[in-house]
């Protein structure tokens, strides 16, 4: 059987997609199963390893919350790795959104794509 080969965009929209998906539903362990196990996850807060405290960081956020994403760049670094600069907006129920950028970095893991880093932060 012959392999598809994804673009560097469709790789990233899919996995952002289930990411904001989850996100948008305030379902954490379905955000967490975005991640590799090993994925370095830095939020708005102090970093975490791994799954478990992607979910936790998630569990913590305020139902309402949502994100809206905009591509801003892509590298295809390896066969099995694509990097990829956005920017998000949350949006909330009870303040005004919060825009931020993203680099994340994504790797292949069988025949799924996760993100193996997340870093956030806000540029004045």
């Given at each position: 059987?012959?392999?598809?080969?994804?673009?560097?965009?469709?790789?990233?929209?899919?996995?952002?997609?289930?990411?904001k998906?989850?996100?948008?539903?305030h379902?954490?362990?379905?955000?967490?199963?975005?991640?590799?196990?090993?994925?370095?996850?830095?939020?708005?807060?102090?970093?975490?390893?791994?799954?478990a405290?992607?979910?936790?960081?998630y569990?913590?956020?305020?139902?309402?919350?949502?994100?809206a994403?905009?591509?801003?760049?892509?590298?295809?670094?390896?066969?099995?790795?694509?990097?990829?600069?956005?920017?998000?907006?949350?949006?909330?129920?009870?303040?005004?959104?919060?825009?931020?950028?993203?680099?994340?970095?994504?790797?292949?893991?069988?025949?799924?794509?996760?993100?193996?880093?997340?870093?956030?932060?806000?540029?004045?």
């Amino acid at each position: 059987m012959e392999e598809t080969i994804m673009s560097e965009a469709q790789i990233l929209r899919t996995v952002l997609d289930r990411w904001k998906s989850a996100v948008d539903a305030h379902e954490p362990d379905r955000v967490a199963a975005c991640f590799t196990d090993d994925a370095i996850f830095q939020g708005l807060h102090p970093y975490t390893v791994g799954p478990a405290g992607v979910a936790a960081y998630y569990a913590a956020q305020p139902l309402g919350l949502t994100a809206a994403y905009d591509i801003r760049e892509i590298r295809r670094l390896a066969d099995d790795v694509v990097l990829g600069y956005l920017e998000v907006e949350f949006g909330f129920t009870d303040r005004p959104a919060l825009t931020v950028n993203l680099g994340v970095l994504l790797r292949r893991v069988d025949d799924d794509w996760l993100i193996g880093h997340y870093q956030v932060s806000r540029l004045a």
